[in-house]
């Protein structure tokens, strides 16, 4: 999803806080305590934390539907606190859960509203309308004219998607839009999100409780403990590989690495080419020769376009005429494009080893356990040496203990290493049938041990 | 002198006079609903507000008319002038209260999203929230001018304007010549009005209440 973004035109700008807290009357305790963060243009920076930690707090601050009691919040460059809160507002997109269309207005109507409200003629808001309606995937001609209480809880979602982009702001704040949505919607929904991004490049600010999600979404994650206060902020990659402490760690629960396996794919690790491959019209014996020679016991046929079709065995061949219509067909494939995650459950189903095939559907290699265990090790060991460099500076209040703790994990990353392998094992096992169902489950897990 | 004789032989009187109390009663509604629409949206907003303002109103109406028109005659003297306040007070209890509830009614999340995406105060009161309010507060129009149907009759005791003063000539001459027939024409003028201006609103709801809401 980085990679996504980072080559699309990026229309968003930078939002900074600087010491930003909210204090309310008759509380002893700030909601949110001088916290101090960027958000880089064009990113989906996503606020994930417990219930009541503030951060939907620290969101609302930034278009002031709550007002900061002190600290500054810049959007491109502009101080957002010298502005009318108002005419603000109309320049940042919002969408919140449920959507909170009007329900009073037809589809049309909800969206025309902020184009409205500055004064755009009727014929460009109509065009406008339309073009979103296109853009989050509704047939305008089909819903324009239907009222909120007419759609479902997806398709509401949508328009209000559509009505946060309407002037086209650079700015999309986010309040756990898709929390009230089945999952699979909500899948949906998220994939969408992500598609529109790469066009867009709109500066994204998405506050969730759902790790799995700032997973998905988040170029960058700030992890949020008790008012506000930031335990971690960096990239999904980094977090999951090396949570800055306890509280992150909990949070991110317990299938840290099946989540970082979601974020890679098969193109991006060192897959060896190990198999012995054998055009089906080769001749048994010529074939038991060779293997004889390289010293395997398995060859992988292929057809004439080298796409992978069945294993034989070294005892299968003895009696054989021709290759033809010998031996064990291959199951599940892995493609280049697939994620570790898909490749995972793969390798558990064949056994130990999967067959990789590129775009064409042709034989590129072999990707077994042992790839998958050494990914994620090489993955912490790097987010490690570089969190020892002195990275927590990102905002992280690198306290002594945090620090401590950091540096015993590292001492111990070989066995550390083992063991999340073996997590990882557990955890693909559990689920056999589905590695999208294990995914849920190791996050419902997580969250409870949160 | 069966009743439709008397009535076809008053037709003049009874028709004006009908006009004079729909009339009364609907300018003392409307009236009502900019006040009773007013304190609601003062109040809505604070629970204890809300309770002072819905007590009052009920308060109000445990005031019998006779009693309240009486309290009134001293101090606004006798005509339509006593009438129509106590008409206006008395409507004002269904019409604060069910804008209470239809303001406070209105989804948070709606209310939210309209500040959120740059509507100004006003504009969420007028566009939104009061908007979505609208079948309450419309609600409560309804049964004010209902009730108020009945009450403008005793408003004739301050010599109020309408049917009342049919009724009361009618009860007040009973046993002489066609005092009943006076009664019944002045009461049966009341239901029919009463059914009349309830077709009215049916039609004020059906064009005015988005069908985004209605039930």
């Known amino acids: 999803m980085t990679s996504d973004s980072t080559d699309s035109a990026v229309s968003g700008v930078e939002i900074q806080l600087e010491g930003v807290t909210k204090r309310y009357p008759g509380s002893a305790e700030p909601a949110v305590k001088d916290v101090t963060m960027t958000i880089p243009a064009g990113q989906i920076v996503v606020l994930v934390g417990p219930s009541g930690c503030g951060k939907t707090t620290t969101m609302r601050m930034i278009n002031r539907l709550i007002e900061p009691t002190s600290g500054r919040i810049t959007i491109g460059g502009e101080d957002a606190l010298e502005l009318d809160d108002v005419r603000l507002r109309r320049k940042i997109g919002y969408a919140i859960q449920q959507a909170g269309l009007f329900p009073h207005f037809t589809v049309a109507q909800n969206i025309a509203v902020v184009p409205g409200l500055l004064g755009w003629d009727k014929?460009?808001?109509?065009?406008?309308?339309d073009e979103l309606m296109d853009l989050v995937g509704l047939d305008a001609s089909q819903f324009r004219d239907r009222y909120p209480r007419q759609l479902s809880g997806g398709q509401q979602q949508r328009v209000g998607v559509a009505r946060a982009l309407a002037a086209d702001p650079p700015v999309l704040l986010m309040d756990?839009?898709?929390?009230?949505?089945?999952?699979?919607?909500?899948?949906?929904?998220?994939?969408?999100?992500?598609?529109?991004?790469a066009d867009l490049g709109k500066t994204i600010v998405f506050v969730t409780h759902d790790f799995d999600e700032a997973v998905k979404l988040g170029d960058r994650i700030?992890?949020?403990?008790?008012?506000?206060?930031?335990?971690?902020?960096?990239?999904?990659?980094?977090?999951?590989?090396?949570?800055a402490n306890d509280m992150v760690a909990g949070f991110v629960g317990a299938g840290a690495s099946l989540k970082q396996l979601t974020l890679l794919r098969v193109r991006d690790v060192d897959y060896p080419d190990l198999a012995l491959t054998a055009d089906v019209g080769e001749s048994p014996s010529e074939l038991r020769a060779r293997l004889a020679r390289a010293g395997d016991t398995y060859a992988l046929l292929v057809?004439?376009?080298?796409?992978?079709?069945?294993?034989?065995?070294?005892?299968?061949?003895?009696?054989?005429?021709?290759?033809?219509?010998?031996?064990?067909?291959?199951?599940?494939?892995?493609?280049?494009?697939?994620?570790?995650q898909d490749a995972l459950e793969a390798i558990l189903a064949e056994g130990g080893r999967a067959v990789v095939t590129g775009t064409r559907g042709e034989y590129v290699g072999m990707i077994d356990i042992e790839t998958v265990t050494g990914v994620l090790a090489q993955?912490?060991?790097?987010?490690?040496?570089?969190g020892d460099a002195g990275d927590a500076g990102d905002g992280v209040d690198g306290d002594g203990t945090d620090a401590a703790d950091g540096d015993g994990h590292g001492g111990d990353a070989g066995r550390a290493g083992v063991a999340r392998g073996d997590a990882a094992r557990d955890g693909a096992g559990r689920a056999d049938g589905g590695v999208d169902g294990d995914a849920g489950a190791a996050a419902d897990s997580g969250a409870g041990t949160s | 002198m069966t009743l439709f004789d008397y009535i076809a032989d008053r037709w003049d009187r009874l028709a004006l006079q009908s006009w004079l109390h729909v009339s009364e009663v609907v300018q003392s509604t409307l009236l009502a609903a900019v006040l009773g629409v007013l304190?609601?949206?003062?109040?809505?907003?604070?629970?204890?507000?809300?309770?002072?303002?819905?007590?009052?109103?009920?308060?109000?109406?445990?005031?019998?008319?006779?009693?309240?028109?009486?309290?009134?005659?001293?101090?606004?003297?006798?005509?339509?002038?006593?009438?129509?306040?106590?008409?206006?007070?008395?409507?004002l209890l269904p019409i604060t209260r069910n804008t209470i509830v239809g303001l406070a009614g209105v989804d948070p999340a709606v209310t939210d999203a309209a500040k959120g995406i740059g509507m100004g105060r006003l504009a969420v009161l007028t566009r939104v929230e009061l908007r979505l309010a609208w079948p309450a507060i419309l609600a409560g129009m309804r049964v004010a001018t209902q009730m108020l149907m009945g009450i403008a009759v005793i408003a004739a005791y301050a010599k109020g304007p309408g049917l009342g003063g049919e009724v009361f000539s009618g009860l007040t001459r009973a046993g002489s010549a066609n005092a009943t027939n006076q009664a019944l024409a002045g009461t049966l003028g009341v239901v029919v009005l009463a059914l009349l201006l309830e077709g009215v609103y049916f039609f004020i709801a059906r064009f005015t209440v988005s069908r985004g809401i209605r039930g």
């Open chain 1, 123 to 129: 014929k460009r808001i109509a065009e406008r309308v």
């Open chain 1, 176 to 197: 756990e839009p898709f929390g009230a949505v089945d999952p699979i919607t909500r899948g949906n929904l998220q994939d969408e999100l992500l598609r529109l991004q």
């Open chain 1, 222 to 243: 700030a992890v949020l403990g008790e008012a506000s206060t930031i335990q971690q902020y960096d990239t999904p990659e980094a977090i999951l590989a090396n949570p």
């Open chain 1, 303 to 340: 057809d004439r376009r080298r796409r992978p079709q069945r294993w034989v065995h070294v005892r299968n061949l003895s009696a054989a005429t021709s290759l033809a219509n010998i031996g064990r067909p291959v199951g599940d494939t892995v493609s280049t494009q697939s994620t570790l």
């Open chain 1, 379 to 386: 993955l912490r060991e790097e987010h490690e040496s570089a």
């Open chain 2, 39 to 91: 304190i609601g949206v003062a109040v809505y907003r604070s629970p204890v507000g809300s309770a002072v303002a819905t007590g009052l109103a009920s308060t109000i109406l445990t005031i019998p008319s006779f009693a309240l028109l009486g309290l009134l005659i001293p101090v606004f003297g006798l005509g339509p002038t006593p009438a129509v306040v106590a008409l206006v007070l008395y409507a």
